[in-house]
């Protein structure tokens, strides 16, 4: 892991991410390839060198619902009332749309920093024709 001088921490392949999320290799492949899991890749192909800020893994894993293996199964109160029941299934309601809306931020981010990246490389570009016609 490098922190550089604006306390950005990188991960810099596989393993690091692996270990940072404490998962597998694959298992974080995976992610990767289904459920949008942010690594940046150094060139192109699917074999390119990959890096991670880990603020956007946290900031993905805060957004994703990724499958955890429960420690116990949750039980439901044998009696409950009508009003704590309703409060219940409101809370659940309410834990959904914010689930969604912060999927919806997420993929947002996402946009924004490709769009940021063809930006970029864009000027990149119109740099080195303007630098050539003179």
């Known amino acids: 892991m490098v922190a550089t001088n604006s306390t950005v921490r990188i ?39 990959v890096f991670a800020n880990v603020s956007e893994l946290n900031f993905w894993l805060s957004t994703v619902e990724v499958d955890r293996p429960s420690k116990s199964p949750r039980l439901e109160p044998a009696s409950t009332h009508g009003s704590s029941n309703l409060q219940i299934q409101s809370l659940r309601q309410l834990r959904l749309t914010m689930r969604n809306l912060s999927q919806t931020v997420a993929e947002a981010s996402v946009r924004q920093r490709r769009q940021a990246e063809l930006a970029k490389e864009r000027m990149i570009q119109l740099r080195s024709r303007i630098n050539r016609a003179r």
């Open 11 to 49: 991960l810099n392949s596989w393993k690091e991410i692996a270990a940072y999320l404490e998962r597998g290799i694959r298992t974080v492949q995976r992610w990767e390839r289904d459920l949008g899991l942010p690594v940046h890749r150094i060139g192109k192909g699917k074999r390119s060198p």
